[in-house]
């Protein structure tokens, strides 16, 4: 463990030098719950799991894929995140566009009356 511990330590290290990287992915053993929870106590999150990743000894195993966020880096939005920021999007067009719509409308009236009165 003090070996695993000190060569990804070292990895990761080096790896937080280089800005443009905002994620690090590994895969792990599914039934290596040792690995999976020195993982998670350096910051590691499962975002995947993958049936049938590894054959050991003639038999698949399944793994788990985990990820680490570094330097500003984040999961990609949900379906539903994406759906929210499509609906805010269009929202505000409609709004712009109706509000437009209303200070032209609005700017007529005002030169209609001023042409009637006059």
């Not at 966020?69 to 995140?81: A, E, F, I, R, V």
Request: charged fraction near 15%; charge should be positive.
């Amino acid at each position: 463990a003090v070996v695993s511990t000190l060569c990804l330590g070292g990895i990761l290290s080096q790896i937080k030098t280089l800005t443009e990287v905002k994620e690090v992915y590994l895969h792990v053993l599914a039934s290596n719950k040792h690995a999976i929870k020195f993982y998670e106590s350096l910051g590691f999150g499962c975002c995947e799991f993958i049936p049938h990743y590894y054959s050991i000894m003639g038999h698949f195993q399944n793994a788990y894929c985990y990820i680490l966020y570094m330097h500003d880096g984040q999961p990609p939005p949900s379906p539903m995140q994406v759906i929210i920021r499509s609906l805010r999007s269009v929202f505000s067009y409609v709004y712009t566009l109706w509000m437009y719509v209303y200070m032209a409308t609005k700017s007529k009236l005002r030169q209609h009356r001023t042409i009637a009165a006059g």
